[in-house]
């Protein structure tokens, strides 16, 4: 059973950094890409980040392009969403997700295949 797991949400003021994790078990991860959402009550789920299967490519949502980083270290199962420069509209819940259709990864939330339960962000200004 694939079991993704975030961790690392809180409360941080505006400027400031926080880093998420996303530890995958329950399967082999390292061929495929993964990526990070977010999501607040009464919205769509955006696409924030994604990675390839090697971590050689990565993009990002033009919001966060220059301060999110989107990481990952196959020999943990884990990926990283380091999260810089916080604003206030960066507040939401965070999810993981697993591509297994793609090695590179995709903006559209419909391709993956797994997601973690989520962690809240809450920037304060």
């Known amino acids: 059973q694939v079991q993704l797991v975030e961790s690392g949400g809180g409360l941080m003021q505006a400027g400031g950094s926080l880093r998420l994790s996303c530890a995958a078990s329950?399967?082999?991860?390292?061929?495929?890409?993964m990526g990070w959402f977010r999501q607040v009550p009464g919205k769509d789920r955006e696409f924030v980040a994604a990675i390839s299967w090697s971590g050689g490519h990565t993009f990002y949502a033009d919001s966060v392009k220059g301060r999110f980083t989107i990481s990952r270290d196959n020999s943990k199962n884990t990926v990283y969403l380091q999260m810089n420069r916080l604003k206030p509209e960066d507040t939401a819940v965070y999810y993981c997700?697993?591509?297994?259709?793609?090695?590179?990864?995709?903006?559209?939330?419909?391709?993956?295949?797994?997601w973690g339960q989520g962690t809240q962000v809450a920037v304060s200004s």
């Open positions: 329950g399967g082999t991860f390292s061929s495929y890409a």
């Open positions: 997700a697993l591509d297994l259709h793609s090695q590179y990864g995709t903006e559209d939330r419909y391709q993956y295949d797994y």
